[in-house]
């Protein structure tokens, strides 16, 4: 699509990838051999990493992010850096300064975002497992989009380090595979305390999925089926949910009030943090440099006036301005407030339910060019940004198609219960093909 | 016109003397070395590296918190100051904002009029370094500048003062009085260049406040606010106002210049650090011990030693020459004798020579402390015993013993009375001022004493001399 990056693979027609790795060496371990594509915001020593961004065309980095090391620790291959929105800034995959990425399952559709490439690399069958990176949603949509299982671990499960910054404190690294079994093994490699995250905890996986389920408890938020959430991809979730009762869990109806100020605590939160973690590309020390002989202020700001996209652009400026003086009271800090909230909302729900169900995305994937206008593009963050204002666990596992697109059944849980959502989401896998075979 | 009261208050930026840096595992170790050699991919801000605090970073800071009486929080918080320059390497500073280490401190310094007097301390954080800009060619002409982060993540303190000191003078005590704290707690070495940077903020009372940057001197600090107090008090004798503005120190011409005030209009956007947890200190702080601090030796210097105020509050204002002192003190050299000799003689010829304590030999001091004691030399052959040892020091060679000194420079105090041929000596080469003294200008006898001084080199006792000479002269002894 752009040819910014030499060695495309001839198989990628979606896409998926902006550079494949030639080296296929690999170690001994739980992934003997298996490749792994990595989310290119991910830094993969001696290979080249962007973000999606034109302002670190030609970065490479020289050292590996933690996950990466853990991947060639346990003897994976990896596979290649798939694309993104810049530096995580998307819903679709469009906003890769690389070109977008199509959805395997209709190219005519976005693969969802923004981790589409490593969405549409696992769908295509290219790779078996991918690791995507999860800002308010970039895992679990392009897994509910594309039709594959995505899990956004509790925050601090898995080192951020070297993952590149968009908004710290939200996002965090996970697996995203064909099926659960996938994406627990990927997850008990990259689960783990990191000394140089000091947001890591010290809480590695061991697990094997476990599809027993008697007894659980699934709370089922009314705002996860209201207004704007589509009546069809609403029943499909309803059906799914009305699978794991059958396996034996209960629901209980639960409320959120917290929601409707969801987006917009997450959206402050991200552009403030995004505006200092993006202000250094200045074009200095790494990316394209500026040609002319400019002064250094003129310099940067060429710079990022053309290596970034105009997405990056406006959220910069969103968050340059939430966290100015005399407006960093009226927006960064009433956006902590009700990240608070939301947070308290999920533990109150959580006395009464193991995990929370709904759907992933309100929608199944749109058609390129369907939406153009940013505020509809942030509005379809809704069900996802929770988990990650709140710092739960939460999983993306399809269930069942509307227009021949698939749907995404979305499970949370409590803080550190990563185990257990990834069983309920097995047991509905489970029971999904023991029912459709 | 007004002469309105001199105020002062300082903010002090240190380097803290940790092995590695703040918020990674580099060599702080980088004065010697070429650009950008102690550098990883933390301290060069690449993306999608992360801060990892260094303890002992924090546990120095701590340490100066407890030594300058501050109220330390339970929780701290780093927070992110965001700015474009390119020495700041991820284009924002990671330091402490609304929830710095500790606060509410205070330091004695001894006040204008000999009093002590009460320093209040407004905060005590913990931040980075950022790198240093090399302009090629100066900074004014320079068609380029590069850039070394080998200073970038170095852990530095920031003290911040009340507005509690009245003249430059105090200002540059208070600083003393500082750097001796930061010393006996072993965690900070002036004597490395750049660990110190001070921004003083000065006003006349009544009018705005200026903020001097720059400073990077204990000189400095007076320098640069004795210069600002004339230029603000010219500013109103001639009927003008003082405005609030940032002004440079530039060291080398020892006045300060207007900086541009756009530059300085930054909204730096402050929030908390995302890729750090709050700091909780508290188990942390109760086991943090001090050891003896300047005030306390200062006291046991005076009970122990009988060191007078002065002398025991110059002796411990330098870790260094306290310990120097306590050492020649324990080689059995007289406590008073020897503060005079520390503190008054050696202190004023190290200063002449502009330099330090460095390899003097305390035995050997000790042992000259002792000849003037026991009256063997007199005070003018103790100094010149001390010059000869410190030239050997300063280059660096073998010195001879004060008392091989004294017999190879034949310095030995000999008695009055052998004097005698001297003295008549001088009585016959001088008729023009005995007649002088005679006539009754007593100031001829100085004369005629230090001319005798003159031919016996020192040796003998002035106050000796003066009986002997009055004697020579007619006058009756004891007159």
Redesign the interface.
């Known amino acids: 699509m752009s040819g910014a990056f030499p060695a495309t693979v001839p198989e990628d027609r979606y896409n998926a990838f902006l550079m494949v790795s030639p080296d296929r060496s690999h170690g001994t371990g739980a992934l003997a051999g298996i490749p792994v594509a990595v989310k290119d915001?991910?830094?993969t020593k001696g290979i080249p990493?962007t973000?999606g961004s034109r302002i670190?065309q030609g970065?490479v980095?020289?050292?590996d992010?933690h996950v990466v090391e853990l991947l060639r620790t346990e003897g994976a291959v990896i596979f290649g850096k798939t694309n993104m929105d810049e530096f995580g800034m998307g819903t679709t995959t469009e906003n890769s300064g690389y070109g977008p990425t199509l959805n395997p399952r209709d190219p005519s559709r976005v693969p969802g975002g923004s981790s589409g490439g490593s969405a549409a690399a696992v769908a295509a069958g290219i790779v078996p497992m991918a690791l995507g990176s999860d800002t308010g949603g970039s895992i679990r949509c392009p897994s509910a989009f594309c039709g594959i299982v995505g899990l956004k671990p509790t925050y601090g499960r898995v080192s951020?380090?070297?993952?590149?910054?968009y908004?710290?404190?939200l996002e965090q690294i996970g697996p995203m595979a064909g099926n659960v079994s996938d994406v627990a093994k990927l997850f008990g490699v990259i689960a783990g305390h990191d000394?140089?995250?000091?947001?890591s905890q010290d809480r590695p996986c061991k697990h094997t999925p476990d599809p027993e389920i008697k007894g659980l408890r699934i709370g089922v938020p009314k705002e996860y089926f209201g207004e704007g959430v589509d009546p069809k991809v609403a029943d499909s979730v309803r059906n799914a949910i009305g699978n794991l009762e059958e396996l034996g869990a209960t629901t209980v109806e639960c409320t959120i009030p917290s929601m409707q100020y969801a987006l917009a605590a997450y959206y402050v939160t991200c552009t403030?943090?995004a505006?200092?973690n993006l202000?250094?590309?200045?074009g200095?020390?790494?990316g394209p440099a500026v040609g002319t002989k400019k002064s250094?202020?003129e310099a940067?700001q060429d710079i990022r006036k053309t290596g970034f996209g105009t997405e990056v652009r406006r959220r910069i400026l969103l968050g340059?301005f939430a966290?100015?003086?005399g407006y960093?009271g009226k927006y960064?800090a009433k956006a902590q407030v009700a990240r608070g909230n939301v947070r308290s909302d999920f533990l109150r729900i959580f006395k009464d339910a193991d995990v929370i169900a709904g759907p992933t995305m309100p929608t199944i994937a749109w058609k390129f060019g369907e939406k153009s206008d940013p505020l509809s593009m942030y509005l379809s963050d809704i069900l996802t940004v929770p988990a990650n204002l709140a710092g739960i666990p939460a999983i993306s596992v399809p269930c069942g198609t509307v227009d021949r697109m698939p749907v995404g059944l979305q499970v949370m849980g409590r803080h550190f219960e990563d185990e257990r959502v990834i069983d309920v989401a097995y047991a509905y896998e489970r029971a999904a093909k023991g029912g459709s075979a | 016109m007004s002469d309105g009261e001199v105020i002062v208050g300082l903010e002090v930026h240190c380097q803290l003397d940790t092995k590695s840096k703040l918020f990674c595992g580099c060599s702080t170790d980088y004065r010697s070395d070429g650009p950008n050699t102690h550098v990883c991919?933390i301290c060069?801000?690449?993306?999608?590296?992360?801060?990892?605090?260094n303890k002992r970073a924090i546990e120095y800071a701590l340490k100066v918190a407890k030594a300058l009486n501050c109220t330390v929080r339970e929780e701290s918080e780093f927070s992110?100051k965001?700015y474009?320059y390119?020495d700041l390497?991820?284009?924002?500073q990671i330091t402490q904002y609304d929830k710095p280490l500790a606060e509410w401190g205070k330091v004695l310094i001894e006040g204008d009029d000999g009093n002590e007097k009460e320093v209040r301390i407004t905060r005590v954080h913990v931040e980075e370094d950022p790198g240093r800009l090399v302009h090629m060619g100066g900074v004014d002409r320079a068609k380029y500048?590069l850039?070394d982060y080998n200073r970038a993540g170095i852990p530095l303190i920031e003290i911040v003062t009340e507005p509690d000191m009245r003249s430059p003078k105090e200002a540059r005590r208070f600083l003393n009085k500082l750097r001796a704290t930061l010393e006996y707690l072993s965690v900070f070495d002036s004597e490395k260049e750049g660990s110190l940077r001070v921004d003083a903020n000065i006003s006349l009372r009544g009018s705005e406040r200026v903020e001097v940057k720059n400073i990077t001197s204990y000189k400095g600090v007076e320098k640069a606010l004795t210069f600002e107090v004339t230029r603000q008090r010219n500013l109103l004798r001639r009927g003008l106002t003082v405005g609030r503005e940032t002004r440079h120190f530039q060291e080398g011409r020892g006045v300060t210049t207007s900086s541009r005030s756009k530059e300085m209009e930054n909204?730096y956007?402050?929030?908390p650090e995302?890729?750090?947890?709050p700091l909780r200190v508290r188990d942390w702080v109760a086991g943090i011990e001090l050891p003896e601090l300047p005030d306390a030796r200062r006291e046991r210097f005076m009970n122990e030693y009988g060191c007078s105020l002065n002398h025991a509050r110059t002796l411990t204002g330098d870790l260094k020459l306290a310990d120097f002192y306590e050492a020649v003190v324990a080689a059995k050299a007289d406590p008073v004798l020897a503060a005079t000799w520390v503190a008054d003689t050696l202190l004023g010829e190290l200063n002449y020579r502009d330099m330090g304590i460095g390899k003097l030999s305390v035995p050997y001091f000790a042992e000259l402390v002792q000849l003037l004691k026991e009256d063997v030399i007199t005070d003018k052959s103790g100094i010149e015993i001390l010059r000869v040892m410190l030239d050997a020091v300063k280059e660096n060679r073998p010195a001879d013993s004060p008392k091989d000194l004294v017999e190879k420079l034949n310095l030995k105090k000999t008695g009055g009375s052998s004097f005698a041929t001297e003295i008549a000596d001088v009585i016959a080469a001088n008729p023009r001022a005995i007649e002088d003294y005679r006539s009754g200008r007593k100031e001829a006898l100085n004369f005629l004493v230090g001319q005798v001084m003159k031919k016996t080199r020192g040796r003998a006792d002035p106050g000796e001399l003066n009986r002997l000479m009055r004697e020579a002269l007619g006058e009756a002894p004891g007159k």
Do not use: Q
Not at chain 1, 160 to 165: E, F, K, Q, S, T
Not at chain 1, 279 to 282: N, S, T
Not at chain 2, 274 to 277: A, Y
């Open positions: 915001n991910i830094s990493t973000a670190l970065y980095p020289p050292y992010a951020r380090y070297g993952l590149i910054a908004s710290n404190s000394r140089r995250d000091a947001t403030s943090e505006s200092s202000a250094r590309f200045d200095i020390r790494y250094w202020h940067f340059t966290l100015s003086s960093y960064y | 991919p060069l801000g690449l993306p999608g590296t992360m801060p990892m605090v992110r965001n474009f390119p390497n991820k284009a924002y500048s850039v909204d956007r402050y929030f995302p890729d750090l947890r």
